[in-house]
Nanobody, 121 residues
Framework: QVQLVESGGGLVQAGGSLRLSCAGS????????MAWFRQAPKKEREFVAV????????FYVDSVKGRFTISRNNAENTAYLQMNSLKPEDTAVYFC??????????????WGQGTQVTVSS
């Protein structure tokens, strides 16, 4: 069974940091672009960041540039999202996604179940 499993979410105060992980299983994702999305209550899902298969290219939504960093470790079949200087408006369920061809906010073939991030003011 092919899966993406997120972890690392939690409750943090504004200005704090969290590191999310997205572990793949059932197949190698080393040739896929991997992305992070988020969905806040009563809002549509929003693209956050994407990284290409070898980690050399990344792209971020403007609201997280300079605060969030996406990375990956293909040997561990895992992607990460380091989130610094968190703000209450970053509160959302964060999802990882993977696809061989999609980039940015396009649709992705594989999705995780999400991890909750809550930033208190």
């Amino acid at each position: 069974q092919v899966q993406l499993v997120e972890s690392g979410g939690g409750l943090v105060q504004a200005g704090g940091s969290l590191r999310l992980s997205c572990a793949g299983s059932g197949r190698s994702f080393s040739n896929d672009n991997m992305a992070w999305f988020r969905q806040a209550p009563k809002k549509e899902r929003e693209f956050v960041a994407v990284i290409n298969w070898n980690g050399r290219n990344t792209f971020y939504v403007d609201s997280v540039k300079g605060r969030f960093t996406i990375s990956r470790n293909n040997a561990e079949n895992t992607a990460y999202l380091q989130m610094n200087s968190l703000k209450p408006e970053d509160t959302a369920v964060y999802f990882c996604a993977a696809d061989a061809y999609s980039w940015g906010a396009a649709s992705y073939q594989y999705w995780g179940q999400g991890t909750q991030v809550t930033v208190s003011s």
